[in-house]
């Protein structure tokens, strides 16, 4: 009989579910939903006159099925601090590594929409240039941390499916933090020219948002999803065919992102 490897002892180290486990998780359920709420109605008294669709049956349900996801991933990576203060290791599966992300993802997106609004509110006439640098720096931000994270994940990872998933994650992430070096840089020589050239002005923002790739952003996207789609089924059947012990938190994450994911996807094409 093989003896347990170090990741057989991480996984028996775990908790079971227990009912405290679903107390927390519908605790951040009703918080991520009521700050969406929030956020929804603010933008709306701000913006009075900006189409937005009502919440109807549809909206209500995708809305539901994404703040359920988001609120997974929080669920475990709050279970996963009070795991790691018992001398619990965490992260330690691969769902772990994905609730961290998504976790900073929801954050980066909670932050970004209050600094959009804060900007609306405090600044008066174009915007534009403002948003754009603070966005570019939150961004930026969010994408060192995310690339830090998956190579962290890829070194820490035993199985190759994984860390196959990981690098490709890494790549994103790097492209992203190049992508964004590129358009500060852009900007600084736009600095330089009206220095040297009073009268020259670079329109960076025109010239960023007519760049191809800029216009593909809704179709890599949606690649992205198709990406996640297949390699959740795929890494999972590689999981159970070789007995992988899985912990439910890796279950929780994994599902719950898959079926998000395939909602937005479907309904993305139903739209469009």
């Not at 539901?64 to 279970?79: K, R, T």
């Not at 203060?85 to 932050?111: N, T």
């Not at 999981?239 to 929780?252: F, N, T, V």
């Amino acid at each position: 009989m093989s003896e347990p490897t170090h990741e057989d002892i991480a996984v028996a180290e775990l908790p079971r579910l227990r009912i405290h486990h679903l107390f927390v998780l519908t605790t951040v359920f009703a918080v991520v939903m009521t700050a969406w709420l929030g956020i929804w109605r603010l933008f709306r008294s701000l913006n009075p006159n900006a189409v937005m669709p009502e919440f109807g049956a549809g909206m209500s349900f995708i809305f539901s099925v994404q703040s359920l996801s988001q609120s997974a991933s929080f669920c475990i990576v709050l279970l996963g601090l009070a795991w790691r203060k018992r001398g619990i290791s965490f992260p330690c599966q691969p769902g772990h590594w994905m609730a961290i992300y998504l976790a900073v993802v929801w954050a980066y997106e909670i932050v970004i929409t209050f600094t959009s609004l804060f900007l609306q509110t405090q600044i008066q006439g174009n915007i534009g240039e403002a948003m754009a640098w603070v966005m570019m720096a939150l961004n930026l931000s969010f994408h060192c941390f995310a690339f830090a994270l998956w190579v962290a994940a890829y070194l820490h990872e035993p199985d190759r499916i994984w860390k196959l998933g990981w690098a490709a994650m890494a790549l994103r992430s790097l492209f992203s933090i190049c992508w964004a070096l590129f358009f500060v840089g852009a900007k600084c020589v736009d600095w330089l020219l009206e220095i040297l050239w009073y009268n020259t002005h670079f329109d960076w923002l025109g010239w960023q948002h007519s760049m191809p790739l800029g216009s593909y952003a809704g179709q890599l996207t949606t690649l992205a999803h198709y990406a996640l789609l297949a390699f959740i089924p795929i890494a999972t059947f590689i999981d159970l065919r070789q007995h992988r012990q899985r912990h439910w938190s890796h279950w929780l994450v994994v599902v719950s992102t898959f079926v998000s994911t395939a909602v937005l996807t479907v309904c993305y094409h139903i739209a469009f």
